[in-house]
Each structure stands twice: as structure tokens, then as C-alpha cells.
């Protein structure tokens, strides 16, 4: 049974759906219910079309990870033609059916709009029996919109070759230290072997998910208890052929207890780029598009002045993936125009991810389904605030910081700042509010290459890595802390010293909106 969980906002307005436990968070602000879960179907655009292309199936990913990098040749005109549109100036683009049939195959190339401004990419409306036109990519390719003010995308189908290793358990042996499971392994997706295929070769990063073959709901002893997609891959151990024993990490305890033999799993590393992605976009329209596949995230909204629109997103398994009936068959690979067998994933990260914007983003009329990590965020980037003295002098802070202190602009966040903004400290061990400080006038915020800034800031990392604050960072954090330089940030007021205890949160992602939407695995 689903249970009621709160989509993620570190700013912003948060509503409340029905999904199943995912992985959770710590978040810095306060839960505050604006609507309910509605049941929607994302809307089709457009009437049918008279045309009706010649199917064709799309080409299985092969477990040597080397195929299919290169975009078809049509898809490199259409990369050019879309481009040409907006350099000259345009205001709409209709994307036209390929002669081949209806797949555009970027393979692990990308699609972009790159700086459109007021430029509308319109897909073809439903064929009469139903299939779309699709843009399919490898693991490395997706959709993308960079540096793009008003731009609008109607009507696209987005789907992956396979991202994941999917495949039958045959044995078990939780009572291991540590657990490990064997299965046989569908040779239309990924073998889960790092010396082949190296998407595979990543610590901690790799997730595992039991499924029941029928009902094709996700395994969990506890549905109280979240996290039941957050056990990990540890070991790969090949027996033969398709055949793989692997060992297992992370929460155990969401281990089901029942036998899982004949039960489905699915093993996916997450990487690669995210199925769609709005980079430095402003207003941007995203609507009655649909993401059936991807390496990463599904959706990525991030770093620009924000207030980008999304309606009618579907994020969810491809029509031939899905068992709408407890009990029904599961679809063969044979059904289905794609030629993709049905997958238990739609995507192995997060479903719907917006962070460091000027102005949140509304999520509007949509499903977000099946993902391999959290269904959705909405945050900014926390900065870390630096003592203005040595970062190992802990135990005895100054009485004030600064008039401009400086940060370690994780992400990029305080770059949007204005005057005027609010920024919030929090306990980064708590997450408790310290306080809040308002940006002056004057110099907008900049780095500094003061000698002593720097050191302060290299020095920080390993400090706050150690006890007592034990910040337990991710690693994709700590090249802030060796690359990058203290930004400067002027405020109004001086903030106490709080030593490297406090990061502070610009609130720029309010007017964030999460109306009419279902959230869930099933």
C-alpha cells in the first residue's frame, strides 16, 4: 500500500501526494500542505495525424557498453535545421517524422536548444493507432535547453536503449555476510558486470530492487519504513552466461523476507546525463512531454533565473512496460511498437529535480513514476559560511562576522543574489534555524583570491568532514572546496560567528508550485 510522503522543498510551497517510500531527506524548511493528489493522465496534443509511418524497433543496447554512440544522419540534420531556426531568428520549429519511420536514435549524443529565445520545438500529435514520434538516446544523451528564455517544448516522446540490468532471482542468501542473491539476467539489457560494461563500476552508486513478477510493484518488508529502492550492489560475481551473483549493501532491513525466487530485480548504476534538462532557462515551457527511459534523472532544472513551467510531464514506464491489472501478463518484449522490453524503471534516478533557480518551477498536471531514487525535488544549494579566522579554531568563534562575510558557494547559488534577497542559516548537523541576514547594495556577489580566504576555504573540507561536525558531504561537494574561491557576499547587517557550523540558503526558490500531480510507484 502506498503511503503519504512530502515532496522535498528546501524553499518554497510543498504539497503533499500519495507515493511510495523513497529515499529520504533532511530538509531545512517546514512541510506545508497546498493540494492533494489528483488522478491525471498527461494530455495528448494535437489530433491524429492521417500519416502513418513504418514501425520500426528500436536496436537493443549490447552488454559490451560500445554501440550506437553516434546519432542516426537525420538526426544530425535536425539537430542543424533546429539550431538554424533559432539562430535566424524564428519562432517555431515543427519537428518533422523521419523518413525511416518514427525514432530519431541520437544515440549518446544530445538534442539541444541552445539560447532560444520566444521559440516554440512543436512534435507531431499522436498517430492514429497511437504510437508518437520518439527521441531515443544512449546512456550519455538527453534532451536538453541551455541559456533559453521562453522556450517551449510540446509534444515530445523521450526514451532510452537499456540503462539497467533487469532479470529473474534464482537463489538467495540474506542470512550472508553480506547478503547476496543470484539471478538470471535478460540479455535485452545491461549485463551487470563492471569489465564490460563500466557503467556498472561505480561505489555506492549502483542500486538494487526486487519486484513481483505479476503485479510489478516493488518489494519491501516495511512500507512504513522508507528507503525500500535504496539497497546497493556490492560485488558482481558472473556463473555463467547471464547468470550473476551479487552482493549487497546500504538498508538491509528493507531486505524482503519472504523467497524471492521467480520474483524480478532490477540492478541500475545511475549516471550519464539526465533524460531532459533546463540549464540557465527562464520561463521556459515544458509541456505534454513524456520520459519513458534514462541513465540519470529524468527531469534537471537548474541554475537560472528559473519560473520554468511544466505541465502535462509524464514520467513514468513506456505503455508496453506496464501491468495496469494485479495479476495481468506481463507484456513480451515482441509488443509494443518500440521494440523495448518492458521495464520495471522509468528512470534510475530522480524523477523531477529543480535546484538554484531565481524562481522556483511549477509542476503542474503530471505523473512522476517508477524512478530509481527520490520522485522529486525542489531546493537550493546550501552554502557553506566560513569563520573569519582559522577554520580549526572550533571552539572559540568571533562575536560577528563581517559585513561581507564569505561563503563557499556550493552550486552557485549565491550568484543569483540580490539585493534585497534573504538568506537563511541553518545547523548543518541539526538543520536548526541559526538566523538570517538580508543582501545589501552595492558590489553584487564575488569571488575573492585573498591568499588567506583561499586557505581557509581548502582547509575547510577536510575540518568539517571530521569531528565534531561530521557534515558526512557527498563527494561531488568537496570540488568546491579544492577549486573553487570564497565568494564575497554583502548583507545589511553582521551575522554571528557560528564557525564552520552554519550554511546558509538563498531563499530564491519560493513561488515554487506542485499542483495536481501523482507521485508514485505504483
Not at 101 to 107: C, E, L, N, Q, S
Not at 126 to 137: A, E, H, I, K, N
Not at 281 to 294: M, R
Request: hydrophobic share 40%; proline share 9%.
Amino acid at each position: 500500500m502506498p503511503v503519504t510522503r512530502v515532496l522535498r522543498l528546501l524553499v518554497g510551497i510543498v504539497t503533499v501526494v500519495t507515493v511510495a517510500p523513497i529515499t529520504p531527506c533532511v530538509s531545512v524548511a517546514a512541510a506545508v500542505s497546498v493540494d492533494s493528489e489528483s488522478d491525471v493522465t498527461p494530455r495528448q496534443q494535437g489530433k491524429s495525424s492521417s500519416k502513418t509511418p513504418t514501425r520500426l524497433p528500436l536496436r537493443l543496447l549490447r552488454p559490451d557498453f560500445t554501440h550506437n554512440t553516434a546519432p542516426c544522419p537525420e538526426c544530425v540534420t535536425l539537430q542543424a535545421d533546429i539550431q538554424q531556426a533559432i539562430d535566424a531568428g524564428q519562432h517555431e520549429y515543427a519537428v518533422p517524422f523521419p523518413a525511416s519511420g518514427i525514432v530519431y536514435d541520437f544515440g549518446s549524443t544530445s538534442l539541444e536548444l541552445a539560447n532560444a529565445v520566444d521559440f516554440s520545438l512543436v512534435f507531431p500529435p499522436p498517430q492514429s493507432d497511437g504510437s508518437r514520434l520518439t527521441l531515443v538516446f544512449d546512456i550519455g544523451g538527453g534532451l536538453k535547453l541551455t541559456g533559453c528564455v521562453r522556450a517551449t517544448v510540446v509534444g515530445a516522446v523521450v526514451d532510452y536503449h537499456p540503462t539497467l540490468a533487469q532479470g529473474t532471482v534464482v537463489d538467495t542468501n540474506f542470512n550472508d555476510t553480506p547478503p547476496t542473491f543470484t539471478a538470471d539476467f535478460d540479455p535485452a539489457f545491461l549485463a551487470p558486470n563492471p569489465s564490460t560494461t563500466p557503467f556498472f563500476n561505480t561505489t555506492q552508486s549502483v542500486k538494487v530492487a526486487f519486484w513481483d513478477a505479476q503485479t510489478r510493484a516493488i518489494l519491501r518488508e516495511n512500507t512504513s519504513i522508507p528507503g525500500g529502492i535504496n539497497t546497493f550492489a556490492k560485488t558482481y560475481t558472473m556463473l555463467s552466461g547471464w547468470r550473476y551473483k551479487i552482493s549487497l549493501s546500504g538498508n538491509l532491513v528493507q531486505l524482503p523476507k519472504a523467497a524471492l525466487e521467480g520474483k524480478l530485480v532490477t540492478v541500475f548504476p545511475r549516471g550519464g546525463r539526465p533524460s531532459v534538462l533546463l540549464s540557465n532557462c527562464t520561463a521556459c515551457l515544458v509541456a505534454n512531454v513524456s520520459i519513458h527511459g534514462g541513465s540519470s534523472m529524468a527531469v534537471v532544472d537548474s541554475d537560472g533565473g528559473g519560473g520554468n513551467t511544466y505541465t502535462h510531464l509524464e514520467i513514468s514506464r513506456s505503455a508496453n512496460s506496464r501491468s495496469t491489472t494485479a495479476g495481468a501478463a506481463v507484456p513480451t518484449r515482441e509488443q509494443g511498437w518500440s521494440g523495448l522490453p518492458p521495464r520495471l524503471l522509468s528512470v534510475n534516478a530522480d524523477g523531477f529535480h529543480s535546484t538554484t533557480n531565481a524562481v522556483g518551477p511549477s509542476l503542474l498536471d503530471s505523473e512522476v513514476a517508477f524512478t530509481g531514487d527520490d520522485l522529486g525535488n525542489i531546493c537550493c544549494a546550501m552554502s557553506v559560511l566560513l569563520p573569519p579566522r582559522s577554520a580549526t579554531a572550533l571552539a572559540q568563534p568571533a562575536a560577528t562576522q563581517p559585513l561581507a562575510p564569505l561563503f563557499v558557494d556550493v552550486g552557485g547559488n549565491l550568484a543569483h543574489a540580490v539585493p534585497g534577497d534573504l538568506i537563511l542559516f541553518y545547523n548543518i548537523s541539526t538543520g536548526a534555524t541559526l538566523g538570517s541576514a538580508t543582501v545589501a547594495g552595492g558590489p553584487p556577489p564575488r569571488p575573492t583570491h585573498d591568499p588567506a580566504a583561499v586557505a581557509e576555504l581548502r582547509a575547510a573540507f577536510a575540518t568539517m568532514m571530521a569531528p565534531p561536525i561530521s557534515a558526512k558531504f557527498v563527494k561531488e561537494v568537496e570540488h568546491f572546496f579544492e577549486q573553487q574561491f570564497p565568494v564575497e557576499v554583502p548583507l545589511t547587517a553582521a551575522v554571528p560567528d557560528w564557525g564552520l557550523w552554519a550554511v546558509g540558503v538563498l531563499q530564491s526558490t519560493a513561488n515554487a508550485r506542485v499542483e495536481r500531480c501523482r507521485l508514485h510507484d505504483g
